[in-house]
């Protein structure tokens, strides 16, 4: 057990709205989790499932940065008091980590919680190995893979055994294996302390056997469901009801808005492409939204196109890559090495394999924002339009409107105070378009993404989903002929990310060539073209989607 036990939460009539929003993030909540309990907690991106645990963990704000309205409580004890007694791993694992060291980095909790020293290295060398990471302790953090970040996040919160465990989209950025021994991981240290544990996730599928209940927050306030998972996720129309609030229903697909064939790959729609192979065909103003074809529906157009020349055909090459290492710095060794690979106009590939293979330093290297160390990459006449045929070598203004990158982290590309401002950035200063036109572009992302509401709110402030969908805009916003995305769907419920795979196919139409750092085999299976893995050293193309 842990040192005081396994802790008891209780929310009544609880709330909380974010300084400069009118929205409460979380309002009307009424909930008791009994110690040793282990919940999964569900909801729709935005519902407000990050900032419940950010108040259970005492870290949500002061008042001045936002408004609390009822009584949330661990053990009796209003959150931010219940010093040590809550352990919270955070959806963006740079936000967390704090130390220089892998080792340093585990012992940090402990020592903060006055652990007697004898203690504390056995613990940190029993979490690292939980949960599957084997690294030299002096190894630097800084050097570390997303995926592999997270793990260490992990192990931090499991060395301190604390009597309530948070765990906020722990296994979005992690392989399959990572998600199996992160998930492993979770179970040894909970049968070991007996913690509650209040997990979010998205893919419901990888918590519902170690949980024993599963809480759904609605997304105007209050409880959409609560009960065991097989009350929650078996019955037909809470199924459905689910399935409509934008949850990740086991068994439903997004885009058929549906019961899924799991053995049955499920190809998005592509407006002018006709029916696509292997999968739905979607006339177009379809919307899968309710399970219907429904030809009335007709989304907002985002007014603009790829900026691909019209001579570059669907299937024209754009940039090709030959022999090609790539490596954070010329004076290391390359991470990967003997890449053969062009990214077309109007195609879409994905880069897969295991954590800290180096897919995220390859994305870079083609994007442009890291030179290459070995071999060649070249921009191709209908790409490089004038410019050096290295994107390494272009100027940021020739970059942008050539090469369009996500980051696995959001909010490394954020720069301005206000979601509104953020979109609008690319467009006024390197599209150089009117203001009504930068406007209606700027309406259209945000409709398209459920970000109208967020309008005026600071970037920063926004959910994991939100900010993923948000830096996502940013480029979009430019109409880049190459989108680069690093794990795109990250922290996105069912509806937004079957919004994000319709617009992508839509620009892929267009002629967009699209590169995704992915592990998601539902976003490959539903764009790529392409699939390549990134593993030991190499990057081979593993086949192609029908």
Request: aromatic share 4%.
């Amino acid at each position: 057990m842990s040192p005081s036990g396994p802790a008891a939460v209780r929310a009544r009539g609880w709330g909380w709205r974010h300084a400069g929003r009118k929205a409460f993030a979380v309002s009307g909540l009424d909930l008791d989790i009994a110690p040793g309990e282990r919940v999964l907690l569900l909801g729709a991106s935005g519902a407000g499932k990050s900032t419940l645990l950010h108040a259970l963990a005492g870290v949500l704000g002061a008042a001045e940065e936002g408004e609390e309205h009822g009584e949330l409580t661990v053990d009796g004890v209003r959150a931010p008091d219940a010093r040590g007694r809550a352990g919270l791993v955070l959806q963006d694992p740079d936000g967390q980590i704090a130390m220089a060291r892998v080792g340093d980095e585990v012992a940090f909790g402990c020592e903060n919680l006055a652990v007697p020293r004898e203690q504390i290295w056995p613990r940190v060398h029993r979490a690292l190995a939980d949960v599957g990471l084997d690294l030299p302790l002096d190894r630097p953090t800084a050097a570390l893979s997303g995926g592999q970040k997270q793990r260490l996040a992990l192990a931090g919160i499991l060395a301190m055994e604390p009597g309530l465990v948070l765990l906020d989209e722990p296994t979005a950025n992690l392989d399959p294996d990572g998600v199996d021994e992160v998930r492993a991981a979770v179970r040894r240290s909970l049968d070991r302390t007996g913690a509650t544990l209040v997990v979010v996730e998205h893919r419901v599928s990888v918590w519902a056997e170690l949980v024993d209940r599963v809480v759904v927050l609605g997304e105007g306030g209050g409880l959409l469901a609560d009960g065991s998972p097989e009350r929650v996720l078996g019955q037909a129309d809470v199924r459905r009801r689910l399935a409509t609030a934008g949850v990740w229903v086991p068994g439903w697909h997004p885009l058929t808005g549906e019961e899924y064939d799991g053995g049955r790959a499920v190809r998005a729609w592509r407006p002018a492409g006709g029916d696509s192979p292997g999968g739905v065909a979607r006339p177009a103003g379809g919307d899968f939204s309710s399970g219907e074809v429904r030809p009335d529906v007709v989304r907002p157009s985002l007014g603009y196109r790829s900026s691909v020349p019209e001579t570059a055909s669907v299937g024209a090459a754009l940039l090709s890559a030959r022999g090609l290492a790539a490596g954070r710095s010329p004076k290391a060794p390359p991470v990967v090495d003997g890449i053969e690979l062009a990214l077309r106009a109007g195609h879409a590939t994905s880069v897969t394999g295991p954590n800290g293979a180096g897919k995220s330093t390859l994305a870079l290297t083609l994007a442009g924002l890291l030179p290459a160390v070995g071999g060649t990459l070249e921009a191709l006449p209908p790409l490089a339009r004038g410019a050096a045929s290295s994107p390494h070598r272009w100027r940021s203004s020739e970059l942008v409107s050539r090469i369009g990158t996500v980051f696995q982290e959001p909010e490394h590309q954020f720069l301005t105070p206000r979601v509104l401002d953020e979109l609008e950035f690319g467009p006024r200063r390197v599209a150089k378009l009117a203001p009504g036109e930068t406007r209606r572009i700027v309406d259209g992302l945000l409709q398209r993404l459920r970000l109208e509401r967020l309008a005026e709110a600071n970037p920063f402030t926004l959910s994991g989903g939100e900010k993923r969908r948000l830096s996502v805009a940013t480029m979009l916003a430019t109409s880049p002929s190459i989108l680069v995305l690093d794990e795109p769907t990250f922290g996105q419920d069912a509806l937004t990310w079957a919004e994000l795979v319709r617009l992508l196919a839509e620009l892929i139409d267009q002629g967009t060539s699209l590169l995704a750092v992915t592990h998601d085999e539902h976003f490959t299976a539903a764009l790529s073209d392409a699939v390549y893995r990134v593993d030991g050293g190499r990057a081979l193309r593993v086949g192609a989607v029908a």
